[in-house]
């Protein structure tokens, strides 16, 4: 089987063959179509992700496919897969066939396409547990989300939409402006310089770039207010005035989606149904498998929609 394979922390991957994997209890052997490419595996192939398989190894922590072998799903079963190590412990799922712990499999419904089956885990989870566990938004709140071009601030836009929230969306121009949903105010802020936020008047903030635009957008929620963090391409880093902040008594909340990972498992039926039918909606951008670096790249470009995915010949 074709694998991609990383010999060198940050160096670029490789096509090599590979002896395909064998039938083994507890464990589902996978024929992928569809590998997604995220921020997560693009940090454990730079070699600054807390976990990391020996070198060298193939990238990879979700995907969609049709199971070859299995004790606990049947031959032919469309399947998602998500964790188990995929990716930041062993082996991942950019390769033709998949070997995977049984409970990191997921059903995957008739009509959801095997690029979304593999996409939608990672950013449909995060949005869900950040509005709903992590931020308890209640109906009729503001919610100002960062990031709402991207795949999972697009994500939290419709879910705080569908749960009664007035929702403002921070993007770069007009272009992402007008993708924006019905009834969503958008908020054109230059990244390089963030600012024009303080106005916005949000009971919760859902961040996922981080870095200085977190720092312009925490000033736009109210006192008593709560501010997720989600994500940091924009920068691990920040700063902040402690007496300021200190007065506008503003809760900081990161999500970390490893703990949570039951609380995003237990909600991935509902959100693949809601996909589904169309309630949401997930930008995907597909690459060949023998593109995996082009791929990595990609996700760096800024002004870049959802996800990236690998497919199948």
Known sequence: ??????????????????????????????????????????????????????????????????????????????????????????????????????????ALPDNVSMPLGSAFFSPCTSAWVALHEVGALREGEHVLVTGASGAVGSIAVQLALQMGARVSAVVSDAGQAAALPAGVQAVIVDRAAPAGLDEIGADLLIDTVGGALLVAALPGVVPGGRAVLVGYTGGTAFTLDLAHFCLRDVALLPLNMLRRDAAGRAVAEELLARIGDGRLQLAVTTFPLAEAARALEWITQRGHRGRAVLVAD
């Open 1 to 106: 089987m074709r694998a991609i394979r990383v010999h060198a922390w940050g160096q670029p991957p490789v096509m090599e063959e590979r002896a395909e994997p064998q039938p083994s209890p507890g464990r589902t052997l996978v024929r992928m179509q569809a590998a997604t490419v995220g921020h997560i595996d693009r940090s454990v192939w730079g070699g600054n992700f807390p976990r990391h398989p020996p070198l060298p190894y193939t990238p990879g922590l979700e995907a969609a496919g049709v199971v070859l072998a299995s004790e606990r799903f049947a031959v032919g079963a469309r399947v998602w897969l998500r964790g188990g190590g995929l990716g930041t412990q062993t082996d991942g799922t950019w390769c033709d066939v998949i070997d995977a712990p049984d409970a990191c499999i997921g």
